[in-house]
């Protein structure tokens, strides 16, 4: 842990926006050459105060201090200037030029008055591979070619490659849509600046990188400054009960029913090009959840069942009828819903409003002569945000807008509204802060209490072992084995999804 000097300091920072208060007197300092990870759940302050810094909103309390001096960043170009760069989760992006002028706007080589494309992804390249992304993007590409991931590494560079050396860099959930390969390049990136004396601020809810990278880790909550603590000193449990106030083993918490219910989706010998003689049951009431490692077929055997690609061979019944859908159509109008794993781009229209995107699965039952009755939308939708706890200022506003939580919620009241004799939720807490989990969980118990059907998809260890009544283990598109909930432990599951597993290795790759 760094005992320099701050480079950059936050003196009682408040900001509020119509009357609401996103930041209240928040104190925090910078440090050359550490990593301070900043925590709290969506709509706690993270975001607001990441653009204080950046220059995007200028506080309406308190101020900044850089290097000792107090500073006032009216644009981002002023903590530019100072050398304060935050690196946000969606980059903007220049869509039709090429990566390689993404990454040097504004400072392109040129000899005399002649762009010199040639230099350019030369320094790009070099960049790439200084910075150990080579291979992740080719300079020549257009921006509008680029995934997630390679936005985020174009705006990476863009700091790196900056004629002012940044002080202060912040990331912004930055691997939310990289790949293994790239997260470790990154980590090593960050690594490498802490080391070089750069302080990083890195924003996560994902538990086990804030203590793979973090010195300290700062929390906040409702918009204020709840506490630092340093990494080595504290625990997830400790820093989820500053979060929210609860503690980390109250958030998955399955009612268990004791009932065993009649069966709603059963699979005999299903075969696709990804799996293979899959069979098994899922209950009225029940939860089963399907594990795995990535790539063992679990998200491809949900697109089968919910009509997205072909079953080869084998049978599949709806409460004891055959199921044979063609298209995703099918599969809703018989009683199955999915919520994917990629909502933003598999599930939601994100440039389309709450309610548009509750209403869009029963728009059948809410027409009359093809023509949407408003009135019953409306109060639809109200219902189930409401239910659901929705945080959005109105059913009105555009999807795009909301946090991961509150955007996955969306897609649940989506499948509540329609009421599916069988829900599949694929990896259904991704993306979303412990408290939007804890939400998330209570909803599955709720579904499952009512006496609906629940297939869960998820990576996520101890979220499976809470969650589920049984637990159906895939490896390479086959069934590996099956565990009862009181039967099931991480070492179980994982000798189960891991090829000629040792016990002692499960217990060391075990969350």
Known sequence: MSTAEPVLTAESISKRFSGVTALDQVTLDFRPGEVLALMGENGAGKSTLLRVLSGDHAPDDGGLVVDGTPVSFDTPHDAMAAGVRVIYQEPEIIPHVSVAENVFVGELPSRGRVFNRRALNQATAAALKEYGFEGVLHPATPGNKLSPAQRQVVEILRVLTAATPPKVIAFDEPTSSLSEHEVKALFRLIRRLRESGVAVVYVSHRMDEIFQLADRIAVLRDGKLVGVQDAAATND??????????????????????????????????????????????????????????????????????????VRSGRMELDGKPLRPRNPGDAVRA???????????????????????????????????????????????????????????????????????????????????????????DEPTRGVDVGAKAEIYRIIDGLAAEGMALLVISSDLPEVLGLADRIVVMRGGRIAGELLREDATEERVLTLAIPAVDPALAEEVAP
């Open 237 to 310: 449990g400790e820093l989820v009960r500053m979060m929210i106030g609860r503690d980390l083993s109250q958030l998955v918490r399955r009612t268990a029913t004791g009932d065993e219910g009649s069966v709603v989706l059963k699979l005999e010998d299903v075969t696709t090009d990804d799996v293979s003689d899959i069979s098994f049951e899922v209950r009225s009431g029940e939860v089963v959840c399907l594990a795995g490692l990535v790539g063992a077929g679990r998200s491809e055997l949900a697109r089968a069942i919910s009509g997205d690609v072909p």
């Open 335 to 425: 009683g199955i819903g999915l919520a994917p794993e990629e909502r933003k781009t598999d599930a939601l229209l994100m440039q389309r409003s709450v309610r548009d995107n509750v209403s869009i699965a029963v728009l059948d039952r809410i027409s009359r002569f093809r023509v949407v009755r408003r009135s019953k939308e409306r109060a639809l939708v109200d219902e189930y945000v409401r239910e659901l706890r929705v945080r959005t200022p109105s059913m009105e506003q555009e999807v795009r807008k909301l946090s991961g939580g509150n955007q996955q919620k969306t897609v649940l009241a989506r499948w509540l509204a329609r009421r599916p004799k069988l829900l599949i939720l």
